[in-house]
């Protein structure tokens, strides 16, 4: 009986799980096709200062709107090791296990999940809002501000990017989109 309990609660609850939007490319048809992240990331923004755009970007960038999202497995001699992956990123915001623990510790969202698209924003947001007090960013410069997000607060500090042009690269990605998102979002109706 506890089985077919176990079941039935999984089916319900990948039930309940949607897949990405169709549109991710276009601010204003990902917003209309999924109105009801509309508020999740407007609150973000406002209580971070972190525009809605640039965390659409990395959200885009990070996961493609994959709820579930996960980094490759491992591999050894070309043959992947299914019991292991390159680091604990996880969900929208592709968050690693500490940094989300850390988040969850300071702002008392205990119950927060990585597969929430209300949590992953208001995680985004507290991660960038940090970026920006501790490092001086622009909240306004997504470029930065992404490789902050990717390389920790300290690896950005070191400026560890500097010998990684492929991180530099996909952070001129997140900057191009969340561009490309900001006159999007100006002509939404």
Known sequence: MRTLWSVLFSIFFLGCASAPPQNKKDACLLLSEREEWLYPLWKASKRWGIPKYTILSIIYHESKFVHNAKPPRKSFLGIELFWTRISSAYGYSQALDGTWEEYKRETGNWGAERTDFDDSVDFIGWYLNRSVKTLGISPRNAYELY??????????K???????????????KV???ALDYKKQIRTCS
């Open 147 to 156: 490789l902050a997000y990717h390389q920790g607060l300290s690896g950005f």
């Open 175 to 177: 900057q191009r989109t």
């Open 158 to 172: 070191r400026r560890a990017y500097l010998k990684k042009p492929r991180i530099m690269s996909y952070a001129r």
